[in-house]
């Protein structure tokens, strides 16, 4: 039995302070308003502790000081040492304490409104744009399929542009010219001594170009052309049909499932796998659109498609696989069409709700939102719920389970 | 008639003490006699398991573990289930707390070390606990930029840049090392869809009480959530999946989840049973009110 103590006296305390906060659900006692007082000095008196310990000692003490050491001769930032006027900044709270300095708490109280209100703003935006768009749901499938939008033109080419970070070159009659990709400027623009007859390649820092009698070797950064010139064949720089490429999607759920291929001046896009959205099998035609011109190559990246074509080329955004609908699903669209709608007239309170149809709109509103506030209460249920579940599996699994097998075992 | 009426009255005011008592007795009787029942497993909760199942080997998987003892009835098993399938699964993981109870990193650290026990894991080379840290929303876009700057050290007071005693941070600096992040608590912040990856390529995975999870619905329809775990009903669909995945790999013993969802159904069934108790006992008293009222009408 001493084993039995020495190893169960915490779990016995704890099924004490459980049961003694449980005797609230007979009445309201001492034995509850103690212990309810014991939790929350407990928990006051860690929370400094943990504030100090893991935030503030290591996040604005330690920097102070080392910045204060830098300031007198030791190694380190001396910048270290601003964090003390937030230190400072921190105790103008405190002055609410005193009549006579009260108001520069105000100052201490400004400032945090101010970040707050800045915070909140684009907290607001960044949440809820996103929510007004996905109001907008398909209520009948599509007659026409989703299109890419033109974001950025570029300078044509006549072979695949060389694509390094941010990096396009392009080669078209004798002219090579680099461009940031993802913000159209041009970098440089460099006259070649003959027209191009191949695509370019990287070479370490360089950039090799198949010309008409020779082959030119152009700098990467500033675009000047290199006196060592050579003769001979170069190799294509990339291995694959530059007219075929699988689809770069910034979102990692999407990952590499759409196949662009261009023929002529089309461009289709094709599901390579199941799944890439609900209902879409690998093979599966997504959409098509047409290029202004006989298209060279196709490239994508981060999001977006580069097409190039002869004298032109266009960055496309591509448009993520949309989702097969089923009747179901569009029926759910209805249904939450109608009650936004709804729900929105029974809040309109600018002018007075007149005639039978709009009050009809308006009560339907009520009604929706009472079923929405009817689930949030079945989940208000099951919470509570829970929370009861975890005491009591802790108290038979913990301490009844243990105290049996002690006595009858 | 009358009496009857009298008898089903009193349905409307049953002592509340009474059903407390039916409360704890149904609810308490599965853990002396387990029983299993169905479980069906909603879209987002596979959603979630997904997305953290297909985690590219060369990033970690990110938990803002936020959950307290307050809140630990629904959060403790949600928290368990994704650490035991981080670890079998052999994705590394990184753990952080934000504005969270002070209690937060350690009831995060005793569940990691419980499963690191069981699927041999090792501290600093498969997972690091960093901390608290206070400061959301600002503190969330720091994360995405250099964590390493935002954690300086870790829960165990190392420093995120001694390599030797955590490798795993060798590789951990940015958002770009994250294959998802979880957020794990009462009610998951939405200010990581706006703060954290604006243009979420970062998976965003929630992990929340049930009570709050009718408000998230609408992000996971816009995308700006991809998954989520709703409750301890979500917490046993999780260890479900975990089952169906891994088989006897997966040591479901002490997992919480679902130990905890059937003693919560027959919970549900004694409260619907009260509430139609309730309104079946109003009924009944309105209809003898009228009837005392036709008879009184009658004398007259």
């Given at each position: 039995m001493t084993g039995y103590w020495a190893n169960n006296w915490q779990i016995w305390i704890s099924a004490f302070c459980v049961l003694s906060v449980y005797t609230y659900l007979f009445k309201d006692n001492t034995l509850y308003r103690v212990m309810m007082q014991i939790f929350i000095g407990i928990n006051l008196g860690y929370q400094a502790i943990i504030q100090w310990r893991d935030v503030l000692y290591p996040q604005w003490y330690l920097p102070m000081i080392d910045g204060f050491r830098a300031l007198f001769g030791g190694a380190g930032s001396p910048y270290g040492a601003l964090w003390a006027l937030v230190g400072g900044i921190g105790i103008l709270f405190y002055l609410q304490l005193s009549r006579k300095y009260a108001s520069l708490s105000k100052i201490a109280i400004g400032i945090t409104i101010g970040i707050g209100a800045g915070l909140t703003f684009?907290?607001?935006?960044?949440?809820?744009?996103?929510?007004?768009?996905?109001?907008?749901?398909?209520?009948?499938?599509?007659?026409?399929?989703?299109?890419?939008?033109?974001?950025?033109?570029?300078?044509?080419?006549?072979?695949?542009?060389l694509v390094d970070d941010s990096l396009a070159i392009f080669v078209s009659g004798n002219t090579i010219e680099a461009d940031e990709v993802l913000g159209g400027v041009r970098v440089w623009q460099t006259k070649l001594p003959s027209a191009?007859?191949?695509?370019?390649?990287?070479v370490a820092e360089k950039i090799m170009v198949p010309c008409l009698t020779e082959v030119v070797q152009v700098d990467r950064s500033t675009g000047k052309i290199n006196p060592i010139t050579f003769t001979g064949e170069l190799l294509g720089n990339r291995e694959g049909d530059p007219l075929k490429v699988v689809a770069v999607y910034r979102q990692p759920q999407?990952?590499?499932?759409?196949?662009l291929r261009a023929k002529g001046s089309e461009l289709s896009a094709y599901a390579i796998k199941d799944g890439v959205a609900e209902g879409v099998h690998a093979g599966d035609f997504l959409w098509s659109a047409t290029y202004p011109e006989p298209i060279v190559s196709v490239q994508s990246f981060d999001g977006i498609a580069?097409?190039?074509?002869?004298?032109?080329?266009?960055?496309?955004?591509?448009?993520?696989?949309?989702?097969?609908?089923?009747?179901?699903?569009?029926?759910?669209?209805?249904?939450?069409?109608?009650?936004?709608?709804?729900v929105m007239t029974y809040f309109f309170f600018s002018f007075k709700r007149?005639?039978?149809?709009?009050?009809?709109?308006?009560?339907?509103?009520?009604?929706?939102?009472?079923?929405?506030?009817?689930?949030?209460?079945?989940?208000?249920?099951?919470?509570?719920?829970?929370?009861?579940?975890?005491?009591?599996?802790?108290?038979?699994?913990?301490?009844?389970?243990?105290?049996?097998?002690q006595i009858f075992r | 008639m009358n009496k009857l009426l009298q008898l089903l009255a009193r349905l409307e005011v049953i002592p509340r003490k009474t059903i407390y008592l039916v409360l704890f007795i149904a609810a308490g009787l599965p853990f002396l006699y387990p029983i299993r029942l169905p479980l069906m497993i909603w879209k987002e909760t596979r959603s979630a398991f997904n997305i953290t199942q297909n985690s590219a080997p060369n990033?970690?998987?990110?938990?803002?573990?936020?959950?307290?003892?307050?809140?630990?009835?629904?959060?403790?098993p949600q928290y368990e289930a994704i650490v035991a399938h981080c670890m079998m699964n052999h994705v590394p993981f990184i753990v952080f707390s934000i504005d969270s109870d002070a209690v937060s990193p350690q009831l995060a650290e005793t569940v990691n070390e419980r499963q690191a026990k069981r699927y041999g894991c090792v501290y600093g080379r498969d997972w690091v606990n960093l901390g608290l840290t206070r400061g959301a929303p600002l503190v969330m876009g720091s994360i995405g930029r250099n964590i390493k700057q935002v954690f300086q050290t870790d829960y165990r007071h190392n420093s995120t840049r001694d390599f030797t005693k955590l490798p795993l941070m060798e590789h951990v600096n940015s958002l770009n090392d994250f294959s998802c992040l979880w957020d794990v608590e009462y009610t998951p912040n939405l200010d990581w869809t706006a703060f954290f990856d604006p243009a979420s390529r970062v998976p965003l995975l929630f992990s929340c009480a049930g009570m709050v999870s009718s408000g998230y619905y609408p992000y996971i329809s816009s995308g700006q959530i991809i998954g989520m775990m709703v409750g301890t009903r979500g917490a046993a669909e999780y260890e479900n999946l975990l089952n169906e995945k891994y088989g006897k790999a997966f040591k479901s013993e002490g997992m919480r989840g679902q130990k905890l969802v059937v003693p919560l159904a027959f919970g549900h069934l004694v409260i619907?049973?009260?509430?139609?108790?309730?309104?079946?006992g109003m009924i009944a008293r309105r209809k003898l009110i009228a009837n005392e009222r036709a008879a009184k009408k009658g004398q007259l």
């Open positions: 684009k907290s607001q935006l960044g949440r809820n744009i996103p929510q007004i768009l996905d109001a907008f749901k398909p209520l009948a499938p599509p007659i026409v399929r989703p299109q890419p939008r033109t974001t950025l033109k570029l300078p044509g080419s006549a072979f695949e542009p191009v007859t191949g695509p370019p390649r990287f999407l990952g590499h499932g759409v196949e580069m097409i190039t074509g002869p004298k032109v080329s266009e960055i496309w955004e591509i448009p993520p696989p949309q989702p097969k609908l089923t009747a179901r699903d569009y029926f759910d669209n209805w249904v939450s069409v109608v009650t936004i709608f709804c007149r005639g039978p149809m709009i009050a009809a709109v308006s009560s339907s509103g009520r009604w929706v939102l009472m079923i929405g506030l009817g689930a949030f209460f079945g989940n208000t249920v099951m919470t509570r719920m829970s929370f009861l579940l975890d005491r009591l599996m802790f108290l038979i699994d913990d301490w009844l389970r243990p105290l049996w097998h | 990033k970690v998987v990110a938990i803002c573990s936020n959950w307290d003892p307050g809140s630990q009835g629904e959060n403790w619907i049973f009260f509430i139609l108790a309730g309104n079946v």
